[in-house]
């Protein structure tokens, strides 16, 4: 949809159903959602990384938990124990938890007292 002489695109739609939510394209173009994804490592064998992330949040950090091999209900109930461990909020977004502010060192501890490999990444 243009607008005007100046080849707008669109600015702002409601109708996110057709938008992949990955790569911001309509599903029908969509490249990423015709690419099989590769599962997901199950169990006990699953590296959870964890780090630190700054960018496209002025400055404040946050502690971001990756590879967890949990389901969406999963992701949500270990985000919620982790905040509670932290006393910080935080949320889960596209299968990765956020936890406001660097608790690296106590989430590192945290989740491998729950049976997981976990790895430090960053600096």
């Given at each position: ?51 630190r992330e700054t ?69």
């Amino acid at each position: 949809m243009k607008s005007g002489r100046r080849g707008i695109g669109l600015v702002f739609t409601t109708d996110a159903s057709r938008v992949c939510a990955k790569c911001g394209w309509p599903k029908e173009r969509c490249a990423c959602s015709k690419e099989p994804s590769a599962p997901l490592p199950q169990g006990k064998a699953a590296v959870v990384r964890v780090g630190r992330e700054t960018s496209g949040r002025s400055g404040k950090g946050v502690t971001v938990v990756t590879g967890v091999p949990l389901d969406a209900a999963g992701l949500a109930e270990l985000a919620s124990a982790l905040k509670r461990q932290c006393g910080s909020g935080g949320t889960v977004r596209d299968g990765v938890i956020e936890i406001q502010g660097d608790h690296r060192d106590r989430l590192v501890e945290e989740l491998a007292k729950r049976g997981w490999t976990v790895k430090r990444s960053g600096g």
